[in-house]
Every structure is written in C-alpha cells, then in structure tokens.
C-alpha cells in the first residue's frame, strides 16, 4: 500500500492542456493569491482582504491570458 501511494507522488498525471482542463489553475491561482495577500498584510480586515486577494487574483490571470495571447502570436509570426 505505501508502495502504491509513494508510486502516485514519483509518475506524473497526464492533465492534458484543452480550454477545460486550464480552468483547473483558477483554485491554484486563488490559494497563491490568499496566502500571499495573508502574509503580507499587516492587518487583516475581511472587507479590506477580500478586496486585496480579488484584485490579486484577476491580475494574475489576466496577465497569464496577455502573456498566452502574446506568446501565441509571436509562434504564429516566426514558426507559421
């Protein structure tokens, strides 16, 4: 039983990258932006903190979605 459960930590899971399966980075995205937000904030207001963290948020994707588009286009101009 330990061998399996060492074995699932060590071969990599196969997520695939279709529009559905990107969406699985948005938890990820949200957790990162939680826990930086709670320690860097001196005082942790929940009105104040819910704005911080949703602001984080939607920076970091919306600077991935440009990042993606520009990458994309760049392939496009010099590979075809």
């Not at 330990?2 to 699985?24: K, N, Q, R």
């Not at 949703?54 to 993606?68: D, E, K, N, Q």
């Amino acid at each position: 039983m330990m061998t399996l459960m060492l074995a699932s930590f060590t071969s990599p899971v196969h997520i695939g990258s279709t529009a559905g399966t990107l969406l699985w980075a948005l938890p990820l995205i949200a957790i990162i932006s939680i826990v930086y937000k709670a320690i860097k904030l001196d005082e942790i207001k929940p009105a104040d903190f819910v704005k911080q963290v949703v602001l984080l948020f939607g920076s970091i994707v919306v600077f991935m979605a440009v990042t993606a588009v520009v990458i994309f286009a760049v392939m496009k101009i010099f590979i075809g």
